[in-house]
C-alpha cells in the first residue's frame, strides 16, 4: 500500500516518520490496521526475539502475518478500547532501554502516544509511521465529545450534532484534531462535505 | 558587558575538607538576600591573580532556597591554570570577590518519575543542591558516587549520613566500581540520568545508557571543562579590526578580554555555546573542545567556541 504523504500544515499538526529497527533491551509495537505492514518490513528474527506487538486488526487481515514472525509476545485486540488496559499493563511493567513503535492511523498512533507520554517516555523517543486510512479522530470544541473515524470535512459531531469544521489543530493530551462549528455565523449554511485532503 | 549579570559578594567562611577539596561560603557585601537558583547552577568566579583576570566557572552546592549564602567547593588542582591555585592560597575570610548570577546548564528535568545521579570526585558538587531541590518535595532520586579513596571523599559522611538508602559510594582503591550495565537495565521508565565528573565517566555513561537503548532527552551530563595550554596563535579580530596573540596558557576567549574586546560567554566551559563565533577564514587546523557543536561543524571550518578551543596554523580570521 502506497504511503500517504500528508500536505505540509500548522507546528500543531503531528509529523510521523518512519520505523527503523533500534537497539534496546526490548521493543513494544502498537498497531492497527495497515500498520502490520511497517512491522513486516522492520521485522527481523533477532528484533523479534525481544519484541511484543499489540495488533488491532479493525477488518484488515494481517494479524496471521504478524503472528508468522514469531514475536516474544503477540496480542490481538478487538479494539483501541479494548486493548488499552493491556498496553498500561505492558508500559507499567516496563524498564528503561524500552523501545517503542507506533504504526497505522493517526487515532492510533495518538491515543498510544498519550500513554507512553504518561509512562513518562519522552515523545521524540517514540517511534511512528502512518499506514492505512487517513479519518481522523477529532474533538468537537463545542460539547468536548470524539467522533471517531471522520473522512468527511465538515461532518456532524456524534456527541452533540453539530456541523464541525476540521481543523489541523491537534491536542496531545486528548490525542485528536478540533472540530469547530462550521456555521456559528451562518446557521445552516454548510459547505458540501467532501474529503479531508481533497 | 558579556557574561551573566554580576554580584559584589564577601568571603565568609572557608573549610578545608580534605586535602585536595575547600569549600567557600559567600555573602552579599550589601547585605541583602542572594538569588534563588535551580539545583546544578554554576556561578562564574572572577580573580585577580597578579593582573591576570581569572574567571572560572564552579557549581553552587548549597540548598537553591537558601538566600543567605553560596557554596562551592574547589578541587585544587596543580598542574592546573591556576584558578583553583588562587582560590586555596590567595583566597581569606573576608576577602571581597566578584561572581556571577548562576547560571543553570545542568538542569533537572523535573517531568522524570526518578533521577538517577552518577558523580565522579568533585563532580559531586552540582547533584548536592539537586538532592536539597528535590527533598522538598519529597523526589525520587538515587545517587551512585565514585571517590578515589575514602580520605579524598568529598561529602560522603553527610551524604550518608542524610541519605543512608539512597546513596551508594564506590572507591577507586578499593577496586569499587559501578555496575553501569546492571544499574541502568533495572531502571523503571521515566528514569532520567544525570553524570557528572571526569569525561571518561561521562562518555562512558552516555555510551552505555545510548547503547541500551535510553532516550538522548533522559541522560544529561556536565563536564568540568577547563580551557587547555597549546601553542600560541595569532588571530585577526575583523569587527574589532585587531590582531592578537593566544599566549599559550591563556584562552582565545581570555585573550579577546585582555585585549579589551567584549566578547560574549556565560559558561566558560564548552558548554552552554554563549560564545560560538563565526570563522572567515583560515589556514591551518582547529582544536575543537566543545561540547557544543556538532561533529559536522566542527569540521565545517566556519565555527569555534573560544572558551575552550584553540588553533595551529597560519592565518585565522574571526567575526569578532
Ligand atoms: S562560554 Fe559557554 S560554550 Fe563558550
Redesign the pocket.
Known amino acids: 500500500m502506497a504511503k500517504f504523504e500528508f500536505p505540509p500544515s500548522i507546528l500543531s499538526r503531528p509529523v510521523w516518520g518512519r520505523l527503523e529497527a533500534r537497539s534496546g533491551k526490548s521493543h513494544l509495537m502498537i498497531a492497527d490496521a495497515e500498520g502490520a505492514e511497517a512491522i513486516l518490513d522492520i521485522a527481523t528474527p533477532e528484533l523479534m526475539e525481544n519484541t511484543h506487538i499489540i495488533y488491532i486488526p479493525k477488518g484488515a487481515n494481517h494479524a496471521d502475518k504478524l503472528r508468522a514472525l514469531a514475536p516474544a509476545q503477540f496480542y490481538e485486540g478487538p479494539s483501541y478500547d479494548a486493548s488499552v488496559q493491556r498496553i498500561r499493563r505492558v508500559l507499567s511493567g516496563a524498564h528503561m532501554g524500552l523501545q517503542v513503535y507506533l504504526t497505522g492511523t493517526e487515532s492510533l498512533m495518538g491515543q498510544a502516544m498519550r500513554e507512553t507520554s504518561t509512562a513518562g517516555i519522552p515523545h521524540s523517543a517514540v517511534q511512528t509511521e502512518h499506514r492505512g486510512s487517513v479519518a481522523r479522530r477529532m474533538q468537537c470544541v463545542h460539547c468536548k465529545g470524539i467522533t471517531e473515524d471522520v473522512e468527511l470535512d465538515p461532518f456532524v459531531c456524534s456527541h452533540c450534532g453539530l456541523n464541525l469544521f476540521v481543523r489541523d489543530h491537534y491536542s496531545r493530551r486528548h490525542a485528536a484534531y478540533q472540530g469547530v462549528c462550521v456555521d456559528a455565523e451562518d446557521h445552516g449554511n454548510i459547505p458540501e462535505p467532501k474529503g479531508i485532503y481533497e | 558587558m558579556s557574561g551573566a549579570e554580576k554580584i559584589k559578594v564577601k568571603v565568609t567562611e572557608i573549610t578545608p575538607i580534605n586535602e585536595l577539596v575547600t569549600r567557600f561560603r559567600f555573602t552579599q557585601i550589601n547585605g541583602e538576600l542572594l538569588p534563588t537558583f535551580s539545583g546544578g547552577a554554576h556561578t562564574v568566579v572572577e580573580m585577580d591573580d597578579g593582573g591576570i583576570t581569572r574567571l572560572n566557572p564552579y557549581s553552587l552546592m548549597s540548598d537553591p532556597y537558601d538566600q543567605s549564602s553560596y557554596t562551592i567547593s574547589v578541587r585544587r588542582d596543580d598542574e592546573g591554570r591556576g584558578g583553583s591555585l588562587f582560590m586555596h592560597n590567595n583566597v581569606t575570610v573576608g576577602d571581597e570577590m566578584t561572581i556571577s548570577y548562576p547560571v543553570n546548564l545542568f538542569s533537572l528535568d523535573l517531568r522524570a518519575d526518578k533521577h538517577l545521579f552518577i558523580a565522579g570526585g568533585i563532580g559531586i558538587t552540582p547533584f548536592l543542591a539537586q538532592i536539597k531541590q528535590l527533598e522538598r518535595f519529597n523526589g525520587n532520586w538515587e545517587l551512585h558516587y565514585a571517590c578515589r579513596s575514602e580520605a579524598l571523599g568529598s561529602y560522603v559522611n553527610v551524604l550518608t549520613d542524610r541519605h543512608p538508602n539512597e546513596t551508594h559510594i564506590y572507591y577507586d582503591d578499593q577496586s569499587q566500581a559501578i555496575n553501569l550495565v546492571n544499574l541502568l537495565d533495572g531502571q523503571p521508565l521515566g528514569t532520567h540520568v544525570y553524570v557528572c565528573g571526569p569525561k571518561g565517566m561521562i562518555n562512558w555513561v552516555r555510551k552505555t545508557a545510548e547503547d541500551a537503548g535510553w532516550p538522548r532527552d533522559n541522560i544529561h551530563y556536565e563536564e568540568f571543562l577547563a580551557p587547555q595550554p597549546g601553542k600560541p596563535f595569532e588571530v585577526k579580530l575583523a569587527t574589532s579590526n585587531k590582531v592578537i596573540q593566544v599566549g599559550e596558557h591563556e584562552s582565545l576567549l581570555e585573550a579577546m578580554e585582555r585585549e579589551g574586546v567584549d566578547a560574549p560567554?556565560?559558561?566558560?566551559?564548552?558548554?552552554?555555546?554563549?560564545?560560538e563565533t563565526h570563522v572567515i577564514g583560515y589556514d591551518g587546523q582547529f582544536i575543537h573542545r566543545?561540547h557544543?557543536l556538532d561533529d559536522d561543524e566542527h569540521a565545517s571550518g566556519e565555527k569555534i567556541?573560544p572558551?575552550?578551543s584553540r588553533f595551529e596554523g597560519k592565518t585565522l580570521v574571526l567575526d569578532r
Open positions: 560567554y556565560l559558561c566558560r566551559g564548552g558548554a552552554c555555546g554563549q560564545c566543545d557544543w567556541m572558551c575552550v
